[in-house]
Structures are given as structure tokens and as C-alpha cells.
């Protein structure tokens, strides 16, 4: 919903951000791979009791998740580095779950039926991407939502910066993620009959 909705008022700073990396001889691909590993280590150091590092570098690979794409517009996007985005979007996400996970083993049936979730939602959002026609902004049918990867970064950084309210952020990603992906699966209904 962030995404779709807010993202006019951060996309100057995306857009000069994205202008300077390519002046800098930077493609998007590679900045989508540093966005990665900037964004795979918030789990590890959530892990090792370093929650405020943890999130920064969850909100600076989201960051630069968001330039990548910019750039790739103001390029030539390709179909790899659409497989590359998605992909480590989820990683991402996968990183920060197992973080806390290890950090809270009582609260790992919450965290498991999250990432089933988290499957749920992507899984529509891909498959209506792959059959559709429709074209938007990206390079695939984006299906707004809920929950999208703001959302999702706002209740990650909620996990890992509240820990008396561990269990009940968990869960309440999960409801918003059901709730995104049934979103997504009506709609797909009434685009694609």
C-alpha cells in the first residue's frame, strides 16, 4: 500500500540516488546485489544482539532495492534482474524470520506460519505476474496491496526493535499477509476471466 501511495514522495531522492550510481559507472544489477548483501546481513545481526545495525541495514538494502529498479527504468531493464529483485527480495525477508527465529525459539510456530504466508502472497503476486497481460511500471503485472515491501519492513523492524511484542507483530504480519494475499487472488479472478 506504501509502495503504491508514498512512493511519489521518496521517489526524487530514488531518482537522484539512482542518476549518481550510474554516473558512477554502477549497473542495476550490481546495485541490486549490493542491496543483498547489505540486506541478508540484518538477520545475522540481529542475531548477534545488534538489533539498531540490523534494522538500518534492512531499510538501506530496501533503499536500494527500490534505486535498482529506478535505474534499470532509466536503462535497459532485463528479465535477469527482475528474477535477481524478487529473488532476494525474499532472502532478504528469509534472513531477518531466521534472525529472530534463533533469538526467540518459543515464537517459531508464529515465525513458520509467517513465511507460509509470505509464500502464499508471492505466489499469487508471480503467478498473476505471469499471466497477465497487463504491463505496469515494472517489468511484470505489479498487484498492489496490503502489505507490500514497506509494510513488510516496518513490521520486521517492529520484531527486532519490541521484543515484548515479538509474538504479537509476528502475528499480526501474518493476518496482514493472509489478508494481502487473498487481496491478490480476488483480484486476479476478476482480471483474468
Same mark, same amino acid.
Given at each position: ?20 550510481? !550510474? ?10 546485489? /549490493? ?28 533503499? !536500494? ?74 517489468? =511484470? ?11 513488510? =519492513? /516496518? ?18 504480519? !501474518? ?6 494475499? !487473498? ?11
Amino acid at each position: 500500500m506504501l509502495d503504491t501511495h508514498a512512493r511519489k514522495y521518496v521517489q526524487p531522492l530514488i531518482s537522484n540516488t539512482a542518476e549518481q550510481l !550510474l554516473k558512477f559507472g554502477l549497473t542495476p544489477n550490481q546495485v541490486t546485489v /549490493i542491496s543483498f548483501f547489505i540486506g541478508v546481513s540484518s538477520g545475522v545481526f540481529f542475531y548477534f544482539g545488534l538489533p539498531i545495525i540490523a534494522v538500518l541495514v534492512l531499510w538501506i538494502s530496501g533503499f !536500494l532495492d527500490a534505486v535498482d529498479g529506478t535505474m534499470a527504468r532509466k536503462t535497459k531493464s532485463s528479465p535477469w534482474g527482475t528474477v535477481m529483485d524478487v529473488t532476494f527480495d525474499r532472502l532478504v525477508e528469509i534472513s531477518v524470520i531466521l534472525g529472530v527465529a534463533f533469538v526467540y525459539p518459543e515464537i517459531q510456530w508464529a515465525l513458520l506460519l509467517l513465511s507460509v504466508s509470505i509464500i502464499f502472497s508471492i505466489t499469487v503476486f508471480l503467478t498473476v505476474g505471469a499471466v497477465s497481460e497487463k504491463q505496469g511500471m515494472k517489468s =511484470f503485472y505489479y498487484q498492489a496491496g496490503l502489505a507490500e515491501r514497506t509494510e513488510g =519492513f /516496518i513490521l520486521l523492524t517492529l520484531m527486532m526493535l519490541l521484543p515484548a511484542f515479538v509474538l504479537w507483530t509476528t502475528l499480526i504480519f !501474518l493476518a496482514v499477509e493472509v489478508i494481502t494475499g !487473498l487481496q491478490r487472488f480476488f483480484e486476479a479472478k476478476r482480471i483474468l476471466q
